[in-house]
């Protein structure tokens, strides 16, 4: 019986998503596998994903708009069993300690690093803790842009990291379709 509920839900989670999907203004037609099997996700027709941008980088797959002129960009980055989280297990999960550890890492990328607001609107990842910070940058070439960083902590022990970066004129005008892409994640591993 439960390996029939097992193989069942990810089909019912996609048939809500599809039904969902329909009513929201941008189409997210494209999906996404990780390699890994570890998630899957959906993103608008048109876009171009690249798996691991550069062999330097933690990212696993960052998505652009190709025909943005912003430099809009949502990366992600899921790390199984992440020795760098702030809990050992025993006590309640506070994503917020794990976002800024994460977020002081980044720092030194950048000439101007401000964080602008934290954690409202709450967002989801597959129903797991999440906590949410948007980040005001300046880069040491004189770019600058803002940066929605969503990390959700899956089954206690792996961070699961959305990034969507783009101009701060454009920021909230896509926002939304960040937020779509968010909410169709689906956690497999």
Known sequence: MMSRITTLLPAILLGSFVFLQSACAQELAGSYNDPEG??????????????????????????????????????????????????????????????ITIENQQKPAFEQYYILKKGSPKYSIYGVPTASHIIDYTTY?????????????????????????????????????????????LILK
């Open 141 to 185: 070439s004189g770019e600058s842009g803002r940066i929605l960083n969503v990390l959700g902590i899956v089954n206690g022990n792996s961070s699961f990291l959305l990034s969507y970066t783009n101009s701060k004129e454009a920021f909230y005008k896509t926002l939304p379709i960040a937020v779509q892409m968010l909410n169709s994640i």
């Open 38 to 99: 570890r998630f899957m996700m959906f993103y608008p027709a048109g876009w171009k994903f690249k798996e691991r941008p550069d062999m330097f980088s933690s990212t696993d797959v960052a998505f652009i708009d190709p025909n943005s002129t912003n430099p809009l960009k949502i990366s992600i980055t899921y790390t199984i069993n992440n020795k760098m989280l702030n809990h050992t297990g025993n006590e309640k999960i506070i994503p917020e300690k794990d976002l």
